[in-house]
């Protein structure tokens, strides 16, 4: 299936981020360097260190600081809501090895029409990552248009549900996603950033999370239909 052209040869980034002052710096950089990249917002989703201002240092095109801490799902939506593109590029703040050649090729299905969402997934070895392919695709860098995000029900995002509400919103339409290896890309673990404890719990919750949505947006297909 193809889909209607997305209108603009360019696509918008948008970055949500908490608490990600020693990574978002290099992650903007790399998608105002990329070609088909028209604006990068970033969300600082109640950061309570320096990710706004690194990431307007970094040049950034536009910086939305939330007073609160509202989750992944609704930090995306609100960098969506800050733009008019068509075609939206999402991207986890903590990244490493990103390049704008990896950019580039998730957005190019998208930006032609061929694909509605395209994801990345993250290189975690030849074993891993062939098996990871066969799996619900859980990435944070992802290109799509942004009739997927609009199609997913307000519940959805929330926490870390996102990324399978994102993908069953392409299912139950019927629209054509797809996914390719990011080869080189990596993100910095929730031990290294928040302790091995705290980030031990954080897996937890982000395990539970998306296995529950999983089941939840199934028995929801209406919901996304109706959106």
Known sequence: MSFPSAGADRAAAVIPALNEEKTIATVVRTLKASPSISEVIVVDDGSD????????RAGADRVIRLAENIGKGGALLAGTRATSARTLFFCDADFIGLTPAHVERLLAPVLSGRLVM?????????????????????????????????AVPPRFLEGFRVEAALNYACRARGWAYGSFPTLGVGQVRKMEKIGFWKGLASYAKMIWEVGEALVRVRLAKREFLRT
């Open 49 to 56: 260190d320096g990710t706004a201002q690194a990431a307007e």
């Open 118 to 150: 395209c994801a990345g997934l993250r290189d975690r070895g030849p074993f891993l990552t062939a098996i990871i392919a066969h799996l619900p695709l859980l990435s944070g860098e992802r290109a799509l248009d942004r009739r997927v995000i609009e």
